[in-house]
Structure formats: C-alpha cells, structure tokens
C-alpha cells in the first residue's frame, strides 16, 4: 500500500483517494474503465443531518446523473452496487431500488441479484409494519464478470450431509468450501451499541461491504464509492488488500 492520500484531484499513483469536495467534480477526472467495482449507498432523501430534502424527480436526476458516470468509469468485467432503503413522505414509502432500476435499465446495465439485507434493529413504526431490511442492487456492466464466490461462502447448514444414492452416495454433497450464501444476507445494522458506530446516523457495517468486495474483484482492482459516509467501504478495502 502507497498509504491514504486526501485530495482535491484524483490520483492514480495512490492506493487509496479520500476525495474532499462534490463527487460530481470528482468523477470526469477518472478514466473510462478503470473501477472494477461502484459499491456504495446514496442519500435517501429523506432529510437526514448529512443531505438536503429536495423534490423527487430532482433527486432521480442527479442520482442518473452520477450513476451515468459511475457507469463510464466502470470496467467492462466489472459491477455496480446500490444500496438503498425507502424514500419516506407522509408515511408513505417508496422503495428507491424500484425507482431507480430504469435509470440503470436504461443504461444497458445487467441486475444480476436484488439481494435483501436483513437486519435485527431499527425505527418502531406505529401506523405500519416495522422496517428490518433495504436492498442492493447488483448489475454488471457487461455479460463476462469478476464473481468469486469461493471467497464468500458460509458454513454448510449440514456440514456432514451425503449423497444417498447414485455414483457419489456415502460422499458428502455439501461444497467442501461451504454453501453460497444466497440473495438474503443477515447483517446486523450498525447502531449504538455496535462496535463500529461513529457519529454517523446511518452507517454502512464492514460485513457488507466485504462480501462485495471479496466477491466482485480481484486483488488490486479499483473500488469507487460516490457516497463515502463513514468510510465503511475504504476500511474494509485497507483490510483486504
């Protein structure tokens, strides 16, 4: 590792770029191509301490707007990952991975999983069912794509399991590996008694962004986050690589 580098100008020759200003700016100094992985989780809208409520369809523009870049940026093996919860007015929600699946659509962009991260805590609601879990959507920019999955498997829910009949009966049938761990992720959320809570109200765990990241790249790719938050993504990237 070259060590962290906090910048106004994006740098090639650093392993990893803390960004200081509007990622708008940011993303026409990155090369067409170059980021294996976009993995991040935008602002809902929703008027949080760290974003400005505006109207909706503002919002979905300047969402297609970075998303648009992002794209360019992204390598023809590689993936873009959105995370994303609901969009809350009146109590009334609106799911954003439903509202923005066209701009990526549109995009020529492939959903390869809808994955539902499940978590065990949240905001008590009273007039409707409590929330427990948003959504990534993972899409690949083209057909042929870096997925590792050896490298995320979980343990086998019945590690001792066997074949009962045919050529391989009395052999184990699980993955030696372990078992793919599916489109429904449990991970717990990050809140206040987690060891990784910082001040921010809505933060990203590690455990998610490792799974992504060990499964979607290989060593030394690039991974872009638009909406850096916190920094869960760089701090996994630092562990990992």
Known sequence: MNGIKITSEFDTNADFVLYEGDVGNLLPQISDGLVKLVITSPPYNIGKDYEKKIDLDDYLSRQKEIIQECVRICHDEGSVCWQVGNYVDNGEILPLDIILFPIFSELKLHLRNRIVWHFGHGLHASKRFSG????ILWFTKGKNYTFNLDSVRIPQKYPEKKHFKGDKKGELSGHPLGKNPSDIWEIPNVKSNHIEKTVHPCQ???????RLVLSLTNEGDYVFDPFMGVG???????ETF
């Open 132 to 135: 427990r879990y948003e959504v």
């Open 204 to 210: 990203f765990p590690v455990e998610l962004v490792e």
């Open 232 to 238: 869960s993504n760089g701090a996994k990237l630092r």
